[in-house]
């Protein structure tokens, strides 16, 4: 790994990796599916771990392309595990209490077929603008 | 397969369902089969949106139009405007209250705004242990800045106009603990990071560490440059294995960037961070406790002066901020003084994290800015209280803080209004109670808490917080009197006026709030020996109602303690000397006609 | 010196800057109480803890109140140190301490000289209102030390000097809240652990939690039984500090008095430790010199510098902490160990008594002879050379009990030949003391010269840690004195580096030395007491006619009839000790 030095070295690393990320993203014509799996200890605790291996193995297998990510805690501790999904185009939806089979459904339904399962846990915040 | 062009959420929480949502539902799917558009738009239930004060919601996704209070006989109507001719239903749309305009759009409402992401702005974002996705939001850009750009005095000056206050509990003004600390010249100094969350029920730091560790890192090596300390300590406890880990990824990827190290951005500053385990003591949360632990003394604090800006770890000036404190640094940084301090009231700004618990449908981690009123955040966020039940009080600041009630809803959340109400800040506990919790059970719960956490340095938290909860036992057990309340209230006076730190100070607070906002059930405890909410066992009566019993003799036969008795097809007798109240009678009785009283 | 100007209860005040509000009223005759403050004038010692929480005061324009002990005074404060506000809360604390303390003043062995009692008594407490759980530990029985933990007010006295003063580290607080209290390692029984039994934590010790094994029972039987003989003997530092617990002047000489009431008492004879400390000169001294010249031949069996073996406190600290360096203290016996030696045998002889029915008690200024008389080297067929050791306060307690007017007593005489001495023993109830007296007869065995000036102030004074070279005509001869175990440490681990060579070292475990010993009456923390002490000793030595030991006749006899001479092979039987390693035996049990 190259060490930062200077502002123009940050500002090169930010720029290489939002380049990269765009292109796992956009790179084909309908773009990749992005999900994040909420993998503090809390949703670890609930499952997430498993729900996170789940869409690993799966995803692979059912010849899915996802960009798989774990985060840190969404907040929504009363419907753990949550992961969020992005279709490309359309707002993320956060789904709660998402066991193994629920993340089935998930796959199968909405990143398939566009089609919300229940379980959606609608977002009512709002987050800062880093710059 | 279908392939959906819209999706219409409807709110499932309890308030909306209480409302008939499901009904909603149903009629929706009528509407839509009927006009043959089952195959196009999807119906669905969520999870609560926390706007349950104008509740029952309905959500047409994509074009995020928010209905309020719809009636199952709107269904019709959505559907044939809505869906069928693209044309919104005004009449449904929410109104804002300043401007009274509808608002069609959720992204608009301020409602979004009730919850403000500052501190926890990557958390459930970014990949914590990949410090690429952390630097492609925004991250070290504000480290850049700082070390490329401003003067350590600039930097102070900034974290001062913010107006930013220590997260941790205490409010102390950061910016001007950090100047105190600047001040103290010294060869060595140090800056530590209080990740010694304690408070029952609370993981606000946790959260943060977790989700966002860079974040920390960032912004304790800018504390560093600011005060003239190249050394940087981490004090998290021992059972945070996770956060442990994931700090330890993030400092080692820190470090192979030189983002910590040495020359950091090539200006000559070093600054480097290490981890010490807690082993969990609550006291260990306070300053120079946390200092002593660290040093390897015992956990216990000492009287301030000396702070520890003056002569903290290894007797150097020291500065010791918690978790959510540093997380706003960089963005204060980077965004400035003046878009922090916009936010929040006048004497608090910006935001607080808190852990919404209890009994409340949404149990879960919110950040709110300063200000917000705990109505709303309990109805708009929490989703009000669960299963329909009256709301009855709400503990904030932990075991140091107090119970509010009914008549604080609408208090403006800040540092100064929570303790002008009798309860603090704290980290940011908040437990919402219904009308199941008994008061003085709550009260007693705390003091058993700080009983055991107290370090027993000081008298009046060693002995005398044993005491108070004493009194509270003997008070749930139905032996109070009313001298009792008495020396229930000059002792926790004392407690409070005498006691060495922050714990002892504000531990008698749980009983002093209650005692203030709900003296009646302290009263009824002790004068009329009754526990209205039905949680002092050693109150409550089992009886029988005569009119209602059959004579069944199911009840004596399943008392374990034969302390039921009656004949066959007569009215039954409970003996309420024998009565253990476990309460297989009641099980038993299928003609409800056993109470407890 | 800064002052600022402050207002104590409405009084203007000039205090110190800098200065704590406690101390800033002390020296305006304002006494604000406290329990765990404590400190050591001049010995860099001070417990401060901020615990008790009873010398709270108020200090207008703060939200609570001040512990007065940890605050700074500053310009314009203005305090009330016994507003209403101050003495609810003061009474209250007490209140609560009282709650966790048990009611049995009766028999307690601090009752009438207990700090928690005394201000019970002061703020008029005369029932508790809080009921509830009480502390409940194991007694722990050591051979010197008794603790009662039941009665802890967690004040850390003990703590501080344990560890601070005296750098033993045995004890320290423990688990939290209502089960805090201050316990050894592992919470061991003290004999168990590193204690040294030096006994600055019982002299400390604010309540009745930590006191020493009292023997006064035993000695009283021992007297009453007509079968047995009983031979007292008293250390030097006794007749400096006994009149304390009569009312007088610290620093009073009450050596005739002394003597005159141990006869009431019923002893059958009244001897002084101080001709065994003569004794002690004369097998140290010749020990000395032999090392000195056996190095200075080049002999690298044996190696300097010599280390004085008087204190019990001191010997258990080395036979913990310096295992490496257990050949370089002198064998010598203390003098307590040396007169029961000597009493058991050249004077049960003499009088023909069987050692069996002798029964010898020393009355010392401290809690660790009694330890030191338990040990199994000091034992003959498990009878030992000295069978009770009290201390100065059980001396004053027996000497109560048998209603005798210690004031008005004519001054009397100790009996002979165990009871002559010369100044030079005195002093060994001070630090610098030993080390001092050894000097005036090593000289003049050295150089073969008189001496005419025996006053080597250069050894003398309280300062902890001390050095002075000796010119021993012509030769130099480097002295070191420590007195406290921390300073101790500090100089044994100079010479350990080799960061410090000497001939000889004397320590003694105690601040002061014996005058500060832990059997001593409690001073409660005024230092000034002891330094009276102090000073007593060194006019009692200057006022005695013969001031050098190997002057003193009585010893002269003693080595003609019975012990030949000096580290003979009689001495080396009866007057010569040996060290082990006790740093193995500190264990945890079971």
């Known amino acids: 790994m190259t060490q930062i030095k200077s502002l123009a070295d940050l500002k090169a690393l930010k720029t290489n990796i939002q380049e990269k990320m765009d292109t796992r993203a956009k790179g084909n014509k309908d773009g990749l599916v992005q999900v994040k799996v909420a993998m503090a200890t809390c949703g670890i605790a609930a499952g997430a771990k498993q729900v996170f291996d789940y869409f690993l193995t799966e995803s692979e297998k059912r010849g899915i392309d996802i960009v798989l990510t774990q985060t840190g805690c969404m907040g929504y501790c009363h419907a753990e595990p949550t992961i969020e999904v992005t279709v490309p185009g359309k707002d993320p939806i956060v789904f709660g209490y998402v066991d193994v089979k629920k993340a089935d459904e998930i796959i199968e339904k909405y990143i398939k077929n566009g089609e919300l399962v229940e379980g959606i846990i609608p977002v009512n915040y709002e987050t800062v603008q880093k710059n | 397969m279908a392939k959906y062009k819209m999706h219409l959420l409807v709110c499932g929480g309890t308030g909306c369902s209480a409302s008939a949502s499901a009904q909603i539902v149903s009629n929706l799917n009528e509407e839509l089969s009927k006009q043959g558009l089952n195959n196009d738009v999807q119906v669905i239930l969520t999870g609560c949106f926390g706007f349950c004060e104008k509740g029952p919601i309905v959500k047409v996704m994509p074009d995020n139009t928010f209905y309020t209070e719809v009636k199952p006989e709107d269904a019709a109507t959505i559907v044939a405007e809505h869906v069928i001719k693209g044309r919104k239903v005004t009449r449904l749309l929410y109104t804002d209250p300043e401007n009274k305009e509808r608002i069609s759009d959720s992204k608009h409402m301020g409602f979004y705004k009730k919850q403000l992401r500052i501190a926890l702005r990557n958390c459930g974002f970014i990949d914590p242990e990949n410090i690429d996705e952390y630097v492609s939001n925004e991250g070290y850009a504000a480290i850049a800045k700082v070390l490329t750009e401003m003067t350590a005095e600039q930097v102070i000056d900034e974290v001062k106009r913010s107006g930013l206050r220590g997260r941790g509990g ?57 005060i ?140 709110v800015p300063m200000g917000i009123t705990l109505r709303e955040v309990i109805y708009e966020i929490g989703g009000g209280i669960k299963n329909g039940r009256a709301f009855k009080a709400v503990q904030t600041g932990g075991p140091s803080g107090g119970c509010l009630t009914e008549k604080h809803l609408d208090t403006p959340i800040d540092y100064d209004n929570l303790i002008a109400a009798g309860s603090m800040m704290g980290s940011g506990g908040m437990v919402v109670m219904d009308d199941t919790s008994c008061m003085v059970s709550i009260a007693k719960f705390y003091l058993e808490f700080t009983v055991e956490e107290s370090c027993g340095k000081c008298t009046p938290c060693r002995i005398g917080n044993k005491r108070l909860s004493e009194i509270l036992d003997k008070i749930t057990k139905g032996n109070g009197t009313m001298a009792d309340l008495e020396a229930l209230r000059n002792l926790a006076a004392v407690i409070k006026d005498t006691a060495l730190c922050g714990l002892g100070q504000t531990s008698p607070n749980p009983v002093l709030s209650t005692l203030d906002n709900f003296g009646n059930e302290y009263l009824e405890h002790v004068r009329d020996k009754k526990c209205s909410a039905g949680v002092c066992k050693s109150l409550m009566k089992y009886v029988i109602d005569a009119e209602h019993c059959v004579g069944c003799t199911a009840c004596a036969r399943n008392c374990p303690v034969n302390a039921i008795s009656g004949e066959k097809k007569m009215p039954h007798v409970i003996n309420t000397e024998l009565c253990i109240k476990c309460g297989a009678c009641i099980e038993r009785c299928k003609f409800n006609a056993i109470s407890i009283k | 010196m800064e002052f600022v100007n402050i207002k104590i209860d409405d009084k203007p005040v000039q205090a110190q800057k800098g200065q704590m509000i406690l101390k800033a009223a002390r020296a305006v005759g304002i006494e604000i109480p406290t329990l765990c403050y404590y400190e050591l004038n001049g010995q860099q010692l001070e417990n ?58 009766l028999i307690c062995s ?172 004369m097998e140290e001294g010749t020990e000395l010199l032999e090392r000195i010249s056996k190095v200075m031949a080049g002999d690298k069996s044996v190696r300097l510098p010599i280390l004085t073996s008087c204190c019990p406190g001191w010997v258990n600290f080395f036979e913990t902490n310096y295992t490496d360096m257990l050949d370089v203290p002198s064998t010598a016996k203390s003098p307590q160990q040396m007169f029961g030696a000597i009493a058991k045998s050249y004077w049960a002889e003499k009088i023909g008594v069987k050692r069996e029915d002798m ?83 090593a000289y003049e065995v050295f150089t073969g010269k008189t001496l005419d000036k025996v006053d080597f102030t250069a050894l003398r004074g309280l300062e902890g840690v001390r050095s002075a070279t000796v010119d021993f005509n012509g030769t130099p001869i480097h002295i070191g004195i420590a007195h406290g175990l921390g300073n101790a440490r500090r100089l044994l681990d100079m010479v350990r580096n080799g960061e410090a060579n000497f001939h000889a070292i004397e320590v003694m475990a105690c601040p002061g030395g014996c005058v500060g010993g832990a059997g001593q009456p409690f001073h409660h923390g005024d230092f000034s007491k002891v330094e009276k002490r102090f000073e007593a000793i060194y006019r009692e030595d200057a006022g005695k006619p013969i001031r050098k030991s190997h002057e003193n006749p009585y010893i002269k006899q003693l080595y003609d009839e019975f012990l030949g001479k000096p580290c003979g092979e009689k001495s080396h039987h009866l007057l010569h000790t040996h060290y082990f390693d006790k740093s193995k035996q500190i264990e945890v049990e079971g």
């Open chain 3, 48 to 105: 401060r803890p901020g615990g008790c929480r009873v010398c709270v005061v108020e200090v207008a324009g703060r939200k609570n109140l001040a512990p007065a002990c940890a605050t700074e005074v500053m310009e314009g404060m203005e305090i009330k140190t016994h507003s209403l506000r101050v003495v609810n809360a003061r009474r209250t604390v007490v209140e609560l301490l009282l709650s966790d303390h048990p009611a049995s003043c």
């Open chain 3, 359 to 441: 029964v010898v008690v020393s009355v010392m200024p401290c809690v660790a002879k009694k330890f030191e008389c338990q040990r199994d080297e000091f034992k003959e067929n498990g009878n030992p050379d000295v069978d009770y050791s009290i201390t100065t306060r059980e001396l004053a307690e027996l000497i109560k009990q048998f209603n005798i007017d210690f004031n008005s007593l004519a001054e009397e005489d100790f009996d002979n030949p165990l009871g002559a001495s010369t100044g030079a023993a005195v002093i060994f109830g001070a630090t610098g003391g030993v080390i001092e007296a050894a000097t005036r007869t």
């Open chain 3, 110 to 281: 601090k009752s009438g000289k207990c700090e928690l009692q005394t201000l019970a008594q002061k703020l008029g407490i005369r029932d508790i209102p809080f009921k509830g759980e009480q502390s409940m530990y194991k007694k722990d029985d050591s051979p010197a030390i008794i603790r009662e933990m039941n009665k802890c007010i967690m004040c850390r006295r003990c703590e501080t000097v344990c560890n601070k003063l005296q750098t033993v580290g045995a004890l320290s607080a423990v688990n939290r809240g209502f089960m805090a209290v201050v316990a050894t390692a592992f919470e061991q029984d003290l004999a168990h652990s590193t204690c040294t039994m030096c006994g600055q934590c019982v002299q400390a010790c604010p309540v009745g939690a930590l006191s020493e094994v009292n023997q006064t029972r035993q000695v009283i039987q021992a007297i009453s039984n007509p079968a047995k003989t009983v031979v007292v003997q008293t250390a030097p530092a006794v007749r400096v500090a006994l009149g304390e617990e009569f009312g007088l002047e610290p620093g009073t000489i009450v050596t005739g008095q002394m003597a005159a009431a141990l006869r009431r008492i019923g002893f059958d004879y009244v001897f002084d430790t101080d001709f065994a400390a003569d004794l002690t000169i």
């Open chain 2, 170 to 226: 205490g409010g102390f003004p950061t910016g001007l603990k950090w100047e105190i600390a600047s001040k103290n010249h010294a060869d060595q100094k140090y800056v530590v990071c209080n990740a010694d969350e304690g408070d029952p029920g609370a993981f606000m730091d946790r959260s943060i560490l977790e989700g966002d560790p860079h974040s920390v890192i960032e912004a304790m090596t800018i504390n560093g440059f600011a």
């Open chain 2, 228 to 367: 003239g300390a190249t050394k940087g300590l981490i004090y998290i406890r021992a059972e945070y294995p996770l956060a442990i880990h994931r700090l330890q990824v993030a400092i080692g990827q820190a470090r192979e960037y030189g983002l910590l190290g040495k020359d950091i951005f090539g200006s000559g500053f070093d600054f480097d961070i290490e981890l010490r385990y807690g082993a969990g003591a609550f006291v260990c949360g306070e300053e120079t406790a946390l200092i002593h632990s660290m040093e390897g003394l015992r956990g216990e604090p000492t009287f301030k002066p000396p702070f520890p800006a003056q002569s903290g770890y290894m007797q150097k000036p020291t500065n010791v901020n918690n978790v959510e404190t540093y997380a706003n640094i960089p963005i204060i940084i980077l965004k400035g003084a003046d878009w922090f301090s916009k936010i929040g009231t006048e004497k608090s700004k910006g935001t607080k994290v808190f852990a919404l618990a209890g009994q409340i449908n949404n149990v879960g981690l919110i950040e």
